[in-house]
Each structure stands twice: as structure tokens, then as C-alpha cells.
């Protein structure tokens, strides 16, 4: 287990050995765990967002989660 990325809007833990990311919108208390090719796209499409030399604002930021909203339907619990 990693933490991929963690700002006040989303939390990005990545499983390297099972080739997966669990992505939680802090918005909405809710994510998914997302496997496979679908991992390794999102995974791509959050370096190319966070690699830019100004820091990313919450616009570019919901821009990006809009394709991946619709997975997102589990309730995020915190202990």
C-alpha cells in the first residue's frame, strides 16, 4: 500500500501488487477501488494532472474526477 496522492479534495491509495488504486472523494465520502487497465489509466491521467509546475486549483481538479465520479459508490468509513 502507497498513498498515490492525498489533498483536501481526494485520497489515492495505490496496491502495487494487486494492480489497483482506491481513489476517496473527501467531497462526497464516497470511492472505489479501481483494477487493472482502468488503474493504470487513472494512475497515468493523475501524474500528467499533478506533473505541471503550478499547483493544481479544485476546478482543474473537479474537471479530472468528473469521468471517474460514476464509480465511485461506496461509502467511505473513517475510523
Known amino acids: 500500500m502507497h498513498i498515490m496522492f492525498n489533498n483536501p ?3 489515492v491509495v495505490e496496491y502495487a501488487g494487486l494492480e489497483a488504486v482506491e481513489v ?3 467531497r ?3 470511492g ?3 483494477r487493472d487497465d482502468a488503474a493504470r489509466r487513472f494512475r497515468e491521467e493523475l501524474k500528467e494532472l499533478v506533473d505541471h509546475d503550478e499547483e493544481v486549483g479544485p476546478e482543474e481538479f473537479d474537471a479530472f474526477m468528473v469521468p471517474w465520479e460514476a ?3 461506496q461509502p467511505a468509513i473513517y475510523h
Open 71 to 73: 464509480l465511485l459508490t
Open 32 to 34: 472505489a477501488l479501481i
Open 24 to 26: 476517496i472523494d473527501k
Open 28 to 30: 462526497i465520502g464516497r
Open 9 to 11: 479534495l481526494v485520497y
